[in-house]
């Protein structure tokens, strides 16, 4: 050890591990009672807003920044429209990982679920409290979708490979699965994901998950403006 003694530095990725930056799609697009969005193989498929889509700008000019290696969606048109400014400003091609579709919720698919929580129902009150999805009729298992969400993880670390960093535009009950997953936390710990945020997860090659950073959202400015 020298005199001066060891200082501390910034995290560097260690070779074996791979570094997935989950980046939760820009706001779609509302939800109007009565006009349910259109689904994709069950799943609420609705484009993004107006916002979405300079929140999706405002990202893509964030993580352009730095070296990354593959570029991943869940499929469904909001995380395509907001991986689509990072794509053209890398040149990485997006590659689709179905299993990072968001949550299954059942009889309340087509912006039903936003539209009771914002009504305060009850029932979508139960979903938080409980912190359980599978509360909503007909909605995804705990287990089901734990398992999915892994699965999903998994094949994104597979196909970037050790020593190297992947976006994933995926949906904000996926990625508070994944946070619950590397943190061991409460079930919904980490629910509260914003539009475009970016959250950073690292797995090790002996097959441990690091949370390294939640939520960041300095990229797209005052949300009151």
Not at 1 to 8: A, K
Not at 60 to 67: D, F, I, K, Q, T
Not at 72 to 82: A, E, K, P, Y
Not at 197 to 223: A, Q
Request: with cysteine.
């Amino acid at each position: 050890m020298s005199e001066e003694g060891v200082p501390q530095r910034r995290f560097v990725l260690p070779a074996d591990a791979t570094e997935v930056i989950l980046l939760r799609h820009g706001a779609s697009i509302a939800a109007i009672a009565g006009e349910p969005f259109p689904l994709l193989d069950g799943h609420d498929d609705p484009p993004l807003a107006p916002a979405g889509e300079a929140q999706a700008l405002r990202a893509a000019a964030r993580l352009s920044e730095e070296r990354l290696d593959r570029l991943f969606v869940s499929g469904l048109t909001r995380t395509v429209q907001t991986a689509a400014p990072l794509a053209a400003k890398t040149g990485l091609q997006p590659e689709v990982v179905g299993d990072l579709r968001e949550v299954m919720l059942g009889d309340w698919q087509g912006g039903e679920f936003r539209i009771r929580m914002a009504a305060g129902d009850p029932l979508a009150v139960r979903v938080l409290t409980e912190e359980r999805w599978d509360v909503i009729p007909n909605a995804e298992p705990a287990d089901a979708f734990s398992d999915r969400v892994r699965a999903g993880m998994q094949a994104v670390v597979t196909a970037t490979g050790p020593g190297r960093t992947a976006v994933a535009v995926a949906h904000g009950g996926v990625i508070a699965e994944a946070c619950r997953q590397a943190t061991a936390s409460r079930p919904f710990a980490f629910v509260h994901v914003d539009n475009c945020s970016i959250t950073r997860i690292v797995v090790f090659g002996d097959g441990r998950w690091l949370l390294r950073t939640f939520n960041e959202t300095g990229h797209l400015g005052d949300p009151a403006k």
